[in-house]
Nanobody, 124 residues
C-alpha cells in the first residue's frame, strides 16, 4: 500500500521560512518523480515544484522560483520543499504527489499517488 505523508506545515509570518517533508512508503521511491502542489481556498490545485526520480532535474512554478527549493533523499524515501521568504499568497494546503519514471511534469493528472496535505498559513 502506497502512502505519502506530508509534515512541516504551520503558521509563520511573511518573510519567514518553513520546510515541508513528504515521507513515502510502499513504493520504490528512487523510481518516482515527486511533485509538490498546493490549493488555496476557492482556487484550483496548482503546481509548485517537481524533482526527477534521479534528483538531477527540477521544475518550478514561476511564482515560487528563487524562494522555494525542492530536494529529495532517496535513502530516506523523502522529498522536501524548503520555503523561504514566504508571502501571504503562499497560504494553501500543500500536497506531495508521485509518478513512476515520469518527467518533471506540472500536470496534476499525471501523478498517480497523493498525500493528504499539510496546511501552510502565512500572516502579513
Amino acid at each position: 500500500q502506497v502512502q505519502l505523508v506530508e509534515s512541516g506545515g504551520g503558521l509563520v509570518q511573511a518573510g519567514g521560512s518553513l520546510r515541508l517533508s513528504c515521507a513515502a512508503s510502499g513504493l520504490t521511491f528512487s523510481t518516482y518523480t515527486m511533485g509538490w502542489f498546493r490549493q488555496a481556498p476557492g482556487k484550483e490545485r496548482e503546481f509548485v515544484a517537481a524533482i526527477l526520480w534521479s534528483g538531477k532535474t527540477t521544475s518550478y512554478a514561476d511564482s515560487v522560483k528563487g524562494r522555494l527549493t525542492i530536494s529529495r533523499d532517496n535513502a530516506k524515501n523523502t522529498v522536501y520543499l524548503q520555503m523561504n521568504n514566504l508571502r501571504p499568497e503562499d497560504t494553501a494546503v500543500y500536497y506531495c504527489a508521485g509518478r513512476q519514471w515520469g518527467s518533471v511534469n506540472s500536470h496534476a493528472f499525471e501523478y498517480n499517488y497523493w498525500g493528504q496535505g499539510t496546511q501552510v498559513t502565512i500572516s502579513s
